[in-house]
């Protein structure tokens, strides 16, 4: 079975700053998925990256990165000029790469930017 | 991604009742996926449903309690039933997107039981 451990319940940042949030995973699957979603107050859950295990290259959207390192099973995402919209909830999730298989969450981190 | 409407947005209900959510989806998909979020927590499969076949439960939901319908490809219901106070959480669903290997969610459900 898989897990996915996010050992930072709560962060905060200041405005225009950079934060890295963590998140550790344990599968013996070879190719999967990870995502980071965010959770904002209206509790939609807002895909904000998603990494293909089988690629080296890091996944970047935005202000959004990751640093994804397979052999740790690290999956780190760092959020670049931090706006007041990106106080959420974080939740770093596994998905198997058969396709059509439900996500594992972690448990979150509640980020907070501050003005 | 896929536009996903849940409904009702909320609801507030008596203990013992039941209610029904709805997952409207404006694409087909194979899997559609039923979470529970309980307050301050992370989300947890309930279910996964597909079309034409009875939904797989996860260990600790039963189908007397969260029965799920699923008639076609673009839409699911979860109903919640006899309930009591711990059921009060937001319901989550969500589908894969065809080809792009990624799940999108619905608004969600906010159920709170009095």
């Known amino acids: 079975a898989q897990t996915v451990t996010q050992s930072q319940p709560e962060m905060s940042v200041q405005e225009a700053e950079t934060v890295t949030l963590s998140c550790t995973y344990d599968?013996?699957?070879?190719?999967?998925?990870l995502f980071w979603y965010k959770q904002p107050p209206s509790r939609q859950m807002i895909l904000v990256i998603r990494?293909?295990?089988?690629?080296?290259q890091n996944a970047t959207e935005n202000r959004f990165s990751v640093n994804f390192q397979k052999a740790a099973k690290s999956f780190s995402l760092k959020i670049s000029d931090s706006q007041l919209g990106d106080t959420a909830m974080y939740f770093c999730?596994?998905?198997?790469?058969?396709?059509?298989?439900?996500?594992?969450f972690g448990k979150g981190t509640r980020l907070s930017v501050i003005a | 991604s896929a536009v996903i409407s849940q409904k009702p947005s909320r609801d507030i209900c008596q203990r013992g009742t039941s209610l029904t959510i709805q997952c409207q989806v404006d694409?087909?998909?194979?899997?559609m996926f039923w979470y529970r979020q309980q307050p301050g927590q992370s989300l947890t499969l309930i279910a996964t449903a597909n079309q034409g076949s009875e939904a797989t439960y996860e260990s600790g939901f039963v189908i007397d309690k969260f029965p799920i319908s699923r008639p076609n490809l673009t839409f699911s219901t979860l109903t919640v039933s006899n309930m009591s106070p711990e059921d009060s959480s937001i319901y989550l669903c969500s589908v894969e997107v065809r080809l792009t290997d990624t799940q999108y969610f619905g608004p969600g459900t906010r159920l709170t039981v009095l």
């Open positions: 694409s087909q998909v194979t899997m």
């Open positions: 990494q293909e295990a089988y690629k080296q």
């Open positions: 599968t013996s699957e070879n190719n999967y998925y």
């Open positions: 999730a596994f998905m198997k790469h058969e396709g059509n298989t439900p996500l594992v």
